[in-house]
């Protein structure tokens, strides 16, 4: 998808952790922020880091006992699967009706290291959800998207309704892990790239996944 973009920046890379050069009030400058964060993630470095976190996420999954109710909720974006390509071509800006486009193509590639832990959960009986931001209209490809890259069990798919589109994140979340524990499920865990994915009731053992990209809160 070859497409020309303005520079709408969303809470854009290393800014939100290098904010400063030096200790000096002069901010990174916005090019180099983006080429260290390209080259932190096309190194191998983000992979090292993401390894230790699913590492650490398998040991304390395995000390929970499932024993039928018990379910795990995942992220999409970021967590789940990466749209990193599209982002670049983007230059790492937000423009809404192309990132609607870009989901709506079902191509995003799985995250490999949260398949494993994806793929481990299911072995142990975990009930999984995906419970992501995106919204009503692009359910069907992203059902697609992720039962083409290998997440082919999982309880339920929730996206936003209209009448959610306005609502936080943290707030749209929290609701839904709530009534998803009204209907009997045991959430034992979340995995998302945000806080705003973990933080809230009902959240269990919250596994952060890095995210130099954006924040949405």
Not at 34 to 41: E, L, P, R, S
Request: proline share 4%.
């Amino acid at each position: 998808m070859k497409v020309k973009y303005t520079s709408v920046i969303r809470s854009v890379l290393f800014i939100l952790i290098i904010n400063f050069v030096s200790c000096s009030t002069v901010p990174i400058n916005l090019d180099t922020a983006k080429q260290n964060v390209i080259a932190y993630f096309e190194s191998g470095k983000f992979d090292e880091e993401l390894n230790k976190i699913i590492e650490d996420a398998i040991r304390k999954f395995s000390r929970v006992e499932f024993t039928g109710t018990e379910a795990v909720v995942f992220d999409i974006d970021e967590t789940a699967l990466s749209n990193y390509d599209a982002m670049k071509e983007f230059d790492f800006g937000y423009i809404p009706h192309l990132w609607d486009e870009w989901e709506a193509e079902a191509r995003a590639p799985a995250i490999k290291q949260v398949k494993e832990l994806y793929d481990y959960l299911v072995g142990r009986g975990a009930k999984i959800i995906f419970l992501t931001g995106r919204k009503n209209y692009n359910y069907e490809p992203t059902y697609i998207n992720l039962k083409n890259e290998g997440y082919h069990y999982f309880d339920t798919l929730i996206t936003r309704q209209p009448h959610e589109y306005g609502i936080p994140a943290i707030e749209y979340k929290s609701n839904k892990r709530v009534e998803l524990t009204r209907m009997g499920y045991n959430i034992v865990g979340t995995v998302g790239d945000q806080w705003s994915d973990l933080r809230g009731p009902y959240s269990g053992i919250q596994i952060k996944i890095p995210n130099y990209f954006y924040s949405i809160e």
